[in-house]
């Protein structure tokens, strides 16, 4: 009986270590996915710190994987993790070890992760315009969500300072000619809040404030990237509430002041110039 | 909770802190501040939140904000309106989109680190001593936090510390309690070691 219950712990020990490799290959891929769409959610609801620390958990995943079994998919969420990081040059080797293991995209990505990592290099060395060049030819070239978003951030903040020191008729050309190029990512990827937020921001600058406001709504329905922004956002929504009650009629003021407190209500607001979290 | 208490816990994490931070470190009150509210919010990712602030005080956006924004900032806050009277009367932009940058952060964006960090200037409302030390004590303050970020056995220590105040029961108290007893507390430290 004895030696029988020792056969059996013996076998299952022998199928437990012949099991485990495979269970371990496949879990650091499986958590490094679990870890980085846990890093997307956070980043959906303004969890930055928190999305961070998946993405870098993500990262230790997908490296352990790429060294043990190399492949496509490995390097593929190692890449996007590193990309999340703003690591360029790694998420650049990455997707080209993609690339290399069969992922047709991963060419193309680490091509255009690497325009995008130049760009911000040249940025942070002061050369502006030359960097400028680059997120321009992003923006209009990529597929690619996350640069494509990225080079936009960066586009238009370089390209709103130059217009701060323009006045008058030059400066409502550029701001429109600005606004047109935001409006066309927008409605390629309408479901993008950023390029929400980029558009009330510029139409504030135009002194727009209602379709500024409308913008920032829907911006903060669809979910900002970064606490700083959605809060930034927020603000704005108080600002345009603000501009709107000195340039309103009395008739169009009562109408916009209804559909305002709607909104302060469905987001629980203290009152309608005091966001939650202030 | 009784004063004592709060006392022990706080000199626990002064002690911790002044092992690597220089007599008089600006760091030591939001340090301590933010680990103990980070505590009491049950934060698990408090090492995130306390590097992660290496990089949020300086959004780029905030250098694009509309002149008009601008305006309505320094006009809407009565005390930041008396600070820069002469400057919106006269809508000096490049003065006040300097001072924007600044304070935005902290009474816009309301960065609980960064409050910390000009604590005395805010509750004597000196918003213009703010602009004037900003730079130099946020550089600082990020030279600091590299030197804590090397050290992970005291990053341990300091979350041990975090995690007995918690305990502690001090969310009794509110944040504004809380942050009157720490400032208070850290002086009477730092006080004591100058002597």
């Known amino acids: 009986m004895n030696s029988f219950r020792m056969k059996r712990i013996r076998s299952c020990l022998l199928l437990f270590l012949c099991l485990f490799p495979l269970f371990s290959c496949v879990s650091h891929l499986e958590e490094a996915k679990f870890y980085y769409s846990k890093g997307q959610d956070f980043s959906r609801i ?4 928190k999305a961070v620390a998946s993405f870098r958990s993500a990262l230790n995943e997908a490296t352990i994987e790429a060294k043990r079994h190399p492949s496509s998919q ?3 969420v190692k890449g996007m993790a590193e990309l999340n990081l703003q690591m360029w040059e790694e998420a650049r080797k990455s997707f080209a070890k993609a690339f290399s293991y069969g992922f047709e995209k991963g060419e193309e990505w680490a091509e255009q992760v690497s325009i995008l990592g130049l760009a911000v290099s040249l940025q942070e060395s002061g050369l502006e315009d030359s960097a400028s060049r680059m997120y321009s030819y992003l923006i209009d070239r990529s597929k690619f969500r996350p640069v494509c978003v990225l080079a936009a951030e960066k586009y238009i903040d370089i390209t709103l300072i130059g217009i701060l020191n323009m006045k008058g008729e030059e400066k409502q050309k550029e701001l429109f000619r600005l606004l047109r190029r935001v409006e066309k990512l927008s409605s390629k990827d309408l479901s993008c809040s950023y390029y929400h937020y980029l558009q009330s921001q510029i139409y504030s600058h135009l002194g727009d404030y209602r379709k500024s406001f409308e913008e920032a709504v829907m911006a903060r329905e669809l979910g900002l990237p970064k606490e700083e922004i959605f809060r930034d956002n927020d603000l704005q929504i108080v600002f345009c509430y603000d501009k709107l009650r000195e340039k309103l009629t009395s008739e169009k003021w009562q109408r916009f002041q209804s559909i305002y407190r709607e909104w302060v209500k469905r987001w629980g607001w203290k009152d309608h110039e005091t966001p939650d979290w202030k | 909770m009784k004063r004592k208490e709060i006392e ?3 000199d626990g994490g002064f002690r911790i802190l002044s092992e690597v931070f220089p007599l008089k470190s600006n760091l030591y009150f939001p340090l301590i501040y933010s680990t103990l509210v980070w505590a009491l919010e049950k934060q698990e990712e408090w090492e995130e939140k306390i590097f992660s602030w290496e990089i949020w005080p ?15 900032f320094f006009g809407n806050n009565k005390s930041l309106a008396l600070n820069f009277k ?18 935005y952060p902290i009474l816009g964006l309301k960065d609980p680190f960064l409050s910390c960090l000009f ?3 805010l509750k004597s409302e000196d918003y213009k001593k703010i602009v004037d030390n900003f730079e130099k004590r946020l550089y600082q303050a990020k030279r600091q936090l590299k030197t804590l970020k090397a050290r992970p056995d005291l990053i341990l220590r300091l979350k041990n510390f975090a995690f007995n105040a918690s305990s502690l029961g001090l969310n009794i108290l509110s944040q504004s309690k809380v942050q009157s007893a720490v400032v208070g507390l850290v002086k009477k430290a730092m006080k004591e070691k100058d002597e």
């Open chain 2, 58 to 72: 300086d959004p780029g956006f905030v250098r694009t904000k509309p002149d008009a924004f601008i305006l309505n």
């Open chain 2, 8 to 10: 022990k816990a706080i």
């Open chain 1, 74 to 76: 490995a390097f593929m």
């Open chain 1, 46 to 49: 303004y969890e930055y710190e």
């Open chain 2, 86 to 103: 002469e400057e919106v009367k006269e809508k000096d932009l490049k003065t006040l989109r300097k001072s924007f940058e600044c304070l």
């Open chain 2, 119 to 121: 604590f005395e200037e």
